[in-house]
T-cell receptor, first 112, second 116 residues
Framework: GENVEQHPSTLSVQEGDSAVIKCTYS??????FPWYKQELGKRPQLIID?????GEKKDQRIAVTLNKTAKHFSLHITETQPEDSAVYFC???????????FGKGTMLLVSP | GAGVSQSPSNKVTEKGKDVELRCDPI?????LYWYRQSLGQGLEFLIY????????KSGLPSDRFSAERTGGSVSTLTIQRTQQEDSAVYLC??????????????FGSGTQLSVL
């Protein structure tokens, strides 16, 4: 089955800095890569996703890049704000009858 | 309902007791997932239901864990003879369907299970 590794486990940045979270996956058949954000005490919510037919996707201050050859993908957050503080999970799956496998999460702390 | 509903929100039980956790997905969502969230362990996949297909039970950690989904809607996760290591937040999620355009998971608020 799929295995997703996520780094770092914790990340502290100053407000306004950029943050990058990296994930690798094992199954070359995986073709869907979402990112979920979980604020303290709340449920995870999808913030952005990318499919294997594109290399990069942007949505305002967040972007995701995908390198299929290396089997890794990254989340980039620019101009970080305190409200970006949360745990971020990457995930991977093959579009079809398969589960969504998550990484172990990255706790991002943005200090004012 | 407006979202995925889970009950109870908190459950405290004694070691060795059985517990049932309930998930009511968003109406019309054919895919339903159970995940377990322990501190530092991320979102651990337990079981996946998709329509009328046989569920993917590959994530269930032992035969003490089972789940069913009746009528393609409400799901119940049962843990028999609970152990302290079962303590975690159990999250349910649903999605409209698997496939290229309907893969967004909507999570419930979870059940915090504490086994004393």
């Amino acid at each position: 089955g799929e295995n997703v590794e996520q780094h770092p486990s914790t990340l502290s940045v100053q407000e306004g800095d950029s943050a990058v979270i990296k994930c690798t996956y094992s199954d070359s058949a995986s073709n869907y890569f979402p990112w979920y954000k979980q604020e303290l005490g709340k449920r995870p919510q999808l913030i952005i996703d990318i499919r294997s037919n594109v290399g990069e996707k942007k949505d305002q201050r967040i972007a995701v890049t995908l390198n299929k050859t290396a089997k890794h993908f990254s989340l980039h957050i620019t101009e970080t704000q305190p409200e970006d503080s949360a745990v971020y999970f990457c995930a991977a799956r093959y579009t079809g009858y398969s589960t969504l496998t998550f990484g172990k999460g990255t706790m991002l702390l943005v200090s004012p | 309902g407006a979202g995925v509903s889970q009950s109870p929100s908190n459950k405290v039980t004694e070691k060795g007791k059985d517990v049932e956790l309930r998930c009511d997905p968003i109406s019309g969502h054919t895919a339903l997932y159970w995940y377990r969230q322990s501190l530092g362990q991320g979102l651990e996949f337990l079981i996946y239901f998709q329509g009328n297909s046989a569920p993917d039970k590959s994530g269930l950690p032992s035969d003490r864990f089972s789940a069913e989904r009746t009528g393609g809607s409400v799901s119940t996760l049962t843990i028999q003879r609970t152990q302290q290591e079962d303590s975690a937040v159990y999250l349910c999620a649903s999605s409209l369907a698997h496939g290229a355009t309907n893969e967004k998971l909507f999570f419930g608020s979870g059940t915090q299970l504490s086994v004393l």
